[in-house]
Structure formats: C-alpha cells, structure tokens
C-alpha cells in the first residue's frame, strides 16, 4: 500500500513579526497627533505665562495714567515697559545688555502693524462731553476729580454713566504675541486663515474651511505666526482726565 504525502500547510509568519508590524503602523497613525498634542499643551503653558505678563503690564500702565491725567503718551510708554521680558535673551548673562537689548526690541515692535495697540475705554468721548469742563488758564478740557461725594451722582445724557464712574480709567491692550514652540504657528495660520504649513501627512485647509479666511486678525496676526492676547484694566483716577 502506497500512502500519498499530507499537503503541506502554508507556514504563516512568526506572531512576534506580525506583531512588530501592526506596532509600526498604530505608531505611524499615533505618533504624528500626539506630538502635536504635545506640543500644543507646551504652547499653550506659554501662552498662559504670556497673558499673565500682558495683564500685569496693562495694569501698570492704567495705574501710570491714573496719576498722569490719562496722558495716552505715559500709559503707551509704561505698557511697553511692562512688555520687555518677552524679547530678553536667557543666552545673555549680563544684566545691562540683557535687559537693554530687551527695551529697545520692545519699543521697535511696539511700532508694528498688530504687535501692540492700547485703547482707552473710560473715559469715553460721550463722558468728556457730559462732565467736561474747559480750563481758561491751561486752555484743557478736564473731567472733576475733587470732592466726589459732595457733587452730583446724575447720569450723563450721552455717556449714561454719572461722574464718579467717568473717573474710572479702564484701558484694554491687544497684544500679538509670536508662538515660539515649533509648528504651532502654520497650524495656527493654516486653521484660521487657509493654507499649507508643509506637513503633507496633516493635509491642508481651504479658504471656505478657514475660520477666518482674509480677516483683520488673519492680516495682523495668524498670518505673521502671532495670535492676539487681550487684557483689560480698571482703575481710579487719583488726578483729572485731561483732553486738549
């Protein structure tokens, strides 16, 4: 009796190669979204710390013109002041240079189209017209700042707001902070304005897919890799608001 050869099995590659392999692939699909995971939440720690600066500045700044009348001049200068350890360099052991080095790059960014604006919400227009009394020797027009209590608590006609509140200086500051941790930048401009970062492997976002496609804030900040950070301070004027 003659008996045939079983047909052999085909032999299946070893468990741990294939393994091996659906490792590199969940890693290749993984790895990409969770460095920018990771790197989002470092930018993000930094743009905490930065907004945290930007409200101490503008809160100087409002202080500064509390006592100085609410000159623009004074508060500009003291909120640009209040700006400079975002330009020194670590690198930089020496004190003087470090931190001129850091006052003259603030004030040349300070100049920039969407680096820096200071607004002064209070006084208003409509206040100065409600309260607002000419001074016939310094020829300035000044909103009171004396004896509070003892003068009329009406509401303007045009500002809605009584005296003791159009003596509250409130200022609110833009300030287009630059993403320094890598690739968070194009991400951004891309999200919000459309557009490539070079990073094939995320592909790309439209015009029609952008949140804000061709907008003010795309011009002045997304596109140039900064994003706008906003801080509002109030306090009470200890000298007269004073207009020419």
């Not at 003087?96 to 920039?112: E, I, N, P, S």
């Amino acid at each position: 009796m003659t008996f045939l050869p079983l047909p052999r099995r085909p032999q299946r590659p070893p468990r741990r190669g294939r393994a091996r392999g659906a490792t590199l692939v969940e890693f290749i699909i993984v790895f990409p979204l969770a460095s920018l995971f990771v790197l989002g939440l470092i930018q993000a720690g930094f743009l905490y710390i930065a907004r945290m600066q930007l409200n101490h500045a503008t809160f100087m700044a409002a202080r500064a013109g509390s006592i100085h009348h609410a000159d623009a001049d004074v508060m500009r200068s003291t909120l640009v002041r209040g700006l400079n350890p975002f330009y020194e360099r670590g690198g930089d052991s020496n004190d003087a240079t470090r931190l001129g080095t850091a006052a003259v790059l603030a004030k040349v960014q300070a100049v920039l189209p969407g680096t820096l604006t200071l607004t002064t919400l209070n006084p208003s227009d409509a206040a100065f017209k409600d309260f607002g009394v000419k001074d016939p020797v310094s020829k300035v027009t000044y909103i009171p700042n004396d004896n509070l209590e003892w003068r009329s608590n009406g509401l303007g006609s045009s500002s809605k707001l009584n005296l003791r509140d159009a003596n509250l200086l409130k200022l609110r500051a833009v300030y287009g902070y630059e993403l320094k941790v890598p690739l968070m930048a194009g991400v951004l401009r891309r999200v919000m304005c459309g557009g490539s970062i070079g990073v094939a492997a995320w592909g790309n976002v439209s015009l029609l897919d952008a949140e804000m496609p061709g907008s003010t804030a795309c011009l002045l900040y997304y596109s140039r890799g900064r994003i706008p950070l906003e801080s509002v301070a109030i306090v009470e004027m200890q000298s007269r608001a004073e207009r020419p």
